[in-house]
């Protein structure tokens, strides 16, 4: 089971669509999915169909209230991807977890029970560097940062960076950074040319050679409550998330290989 935060304190940023996108195309070339919603925006339970979060025990029953994921998990209409929803109550975390004695461990103790599941669980994170993304960071095998392409790309990574560094010495030796994923990429756009050669000469082989163009029909899907892969499966934004998963299933197999 490798698991996987989607983490970036910027917002906006297409945290949650390359959640939902590359786990469903996880899903769809036959890998046992999990996606945990970690935001209390909920946008990525709501992408997947799931619109009475708010009366729907989630992941704050799990992480506070001692609820069995199984008992709050979700399958979804693709085969394969399980999901488990967020609700605004996962913002009271920070107090309500407060005078717990592993506040940051929680969804790592309580992911023990997905063990042999499934082969990766997905974290979409919300817009902060919070309890909720450590906990994520805490309990993550990898980190995968979504970077919009536009002119202030580069702000706040260098936070995030620290922030994981932090967790890497603190918290969670394991802790890799998966890749950059290039988002919101507009060819016709010049300065998304830019921001991509910036951020390929800063970061090398550690941005992933897909990027994920912007298109209408991406935005468009979660409307639907549904994945761009099953909104519209031969669209260049499903295209580039199918490619993405594949880049990042390459790059486990890579890492896999060099542990062993
Ligand atoms: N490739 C794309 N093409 C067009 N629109 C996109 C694309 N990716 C994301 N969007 C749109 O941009 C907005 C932000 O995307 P998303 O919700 O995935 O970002 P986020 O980082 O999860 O945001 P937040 O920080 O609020 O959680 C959404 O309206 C989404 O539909
Ligand atoms: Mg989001």
Redesign the pocket.
Known sequence: MHVISVA?Q??????????VNVATALAAIGQRVLLIDL?P?G?ASTGLGIYDRHDTPGIYNVLLCDAFFKNVTHQTEIPGLSLVSAAADLAAIEHDALEMERKQFLLRDSLEQCEGLYDYVLI?C??ALGLLTINALVASHSVLI?LQCEFYALEGLAQLMSTLERVQSNLNPYLDVLGIAL???DPRNGLSDLVVKDVRKHFGDLVFKTP?????R??EA?SYGKPVLIYDVKSA?SLAYMNLASEIMKKQGITDVIAA
């Not at 910027?10 to 959640?19: L, M, N, P, Q």
């Not at 994920?212 to 209408?216: A, D, G, L």
């Open positions: 970036n910027k917002g906006g940023v297409g945290k949650t669509t390359t959640t935001d925006q946008n979409d919300p817009p979504p988002t919101m990429y994920i163009p912007r298109s209408v991406v935005s979660p934004g």
